[in-house]
């Protein structure tokens, strides 16, 4: 069984840190941050990761205030997606972060009315601030990356494609080769600015079970942060982001995946928002048609990840430019709130279009991967079959289900994840 977008070295890290998942309230959530804080060392950051504040009644962050009054001066940070992220006082200092301190054009410090620093943090702004927390020395990093490994193989998978590849993933994964502490074979997509250094460097460590597969290059943000790039502007949308926001240009992507091509490997491209996905699809089809594309994949595909958003006219392009769609369904669980606030309900019934993408050609295991992002959601492909097929949390009633007409069947579900019979491997739906 093929987990198809996977983190690993995040989903070793999220096995040791704390969590809000199942959090009820911001009350709770607060609750959470004070014992974290309590059980840690005095110099440690406190990271939390599952912060779904769209299922809080509350509707939003910790303020600044309530943040660090939870925390007194320990640096604290907690996300969802990675995409955004709420971080108090000692991390914004500790990270450079202030009012009108630049990060990129695709990073955001939110501030009040009165121009002062909310805490929340979006894109490029948030990943700063996770990155400002100590690293894990080498052999923690190889301790985390064994744990996430079986982690997955306990699920029952037997593959596993990281997306956004650390440079140093690659020798780890190879030393657990060699001490035969290795039983699934994993596929790596190093960021694209990385690329041409992973590929020179790769025969140190390569081999059969660890490949070096693809670049990652990221289009847009997410439907949580609404940062996903979107053909219509959001119900809620940002200040000055009303249709959220690409990434790169059109001219910068075309760039990315020619450059790739050169190097002989296709890209898996980051594109939640229809948006993106055009721009997406646009760019592989013109490097299929016109540039070195068909040659960069012949051992491994082209592929536009997560695809939450797929406009009409373009759900048809997949099966005929014979690009791979991923999609993590299981997202779908997490997200019910957040979509039914910020997406318009015709685009709504929209999301994850799976039944349109199959009766397109896009067929289950070949051109349609299914994989769960871990860590930012869970791992079981279970969520991922429950979410495809049933199109809801369990206990919801089938009126609260996002895009019913979209639904698939469970066949269909387990196929997705490279199971050639679509018969589940044991799992059962709750």
């Not at 995409?83 to 991390?91: D, E, P």
């Not at 029952?156 to 956004?164: P, R």
């Not at 993106?276 to 040659?295: F, I, K, N, P, S």
């Amino acid at each position: 069984m093929r987990e198809a977008h996977a983190h690993l070295a995040g989903y070793g890290e999220a096995l040791t840190i704390p969590s809000l998942s199942g959090c009820a309230s911001l009350a709770e959530c607060l609750d959470r941050v004070r014992q974290a804080a309590a059980d840690s060392e005095a110099n440690q950051w406190v990271r939390l990761t599952s912060a779904r504040v769209e299922s809080w009644p509350e509707r939003r962050w910790p303020t600044m205030r309530e943040l660090n009054a939870a925390c007194r001066a320990r640096c604290v940070i907690m996300s969802f997606d990675h995409h955004s992220a709420m971080a108090n006082t000692s991390a914004l200092v500790a990270a450079g972060l202030r009012a009108g301190v630049s990060v990129s054009e695709n990073g955001l410090v939110c501030i009040d009315p009165g121009g002062e620093p909310t805490g929340v943090l979006l894109e490029d702004a948030a990943y700063k601030a996770w990155q400002s927390a100590p690293e894990p020395d080498e052999r923690e990093r190889e301790r985390q990356v064994g744990v996430a490994l079986a982690s997955l193989r306990s699920l029952g998978y037997t593959e596993a494609h990281d997306l956004n590849s650390q440079p140093w993933l690659g020798p780890i994964l190879s030393r657990l080769e060699r001490r035969g502490e290795l039983d699934l074979r994993v596929w790596l997509y190093p960021p694209v600015a990385d690329i041409e250094r992973s590929v020179r460097g790769r025969h140190a460590w390569e081999s059969e079970s660890v490949r070096v597969a693809g670049a990652k290059i990221f289009a847009d943000g997410t439907l949580n942060s609404r940062t996903a790039f979107m053909l219509e502007p959001y119900l809620e949308p940002l200040p000055g982001m009303e249709r959220g926001k690409a990434m790169l240009s059109p001219w910068e992507l075309a760039a990315h995946v020619a450059a790739t091509a050169r190097l002989g490997y296709p890209v898996a491209v980051h594109a939640i928002g229809d948006a993106a996905a055009r721009m997406v699809l646009d760019a592989l089809e013109h490097e299929l048609a016109h540039g070195g594309g068909e040659r960069a994949r012949q051992e491994f595909p082209y592929r536009v990840e997560h695809c939450e958003l797929i406009d009409e006219a373009d759900v048809g392009r997949f099966a005929r430019l014979g690009v791979v769609c991923g999609v993590q369904p299981c997202h779908l669980l997490a997200d019910v709130e957040a979509l039914r606030r910020f997406v318009p309900a015709p685009r709504l019934e929209r999301v994850l279009p799976m039944r349109e993408l199959i009766a397109t050609g896009c067929r289950p295991g070949e051109l349609m991967w299914f994989g769960s992002d871990v860590p930012i959601v869970g791992a079981d492909p279970a969520d991922s079959v429950q979410a495809a097929t049933q199109r809801r949390r369990p206990g919801m009633l089938q009126a609260a289900a996002i895009g019913w007409s979209q639904r698939i069947g469970e066949a269909e579900a387990w196929a997705a994840f490279g199971l050639a019979d679509g018969a589940s491997p044991g799992h059962r739906l709750r």
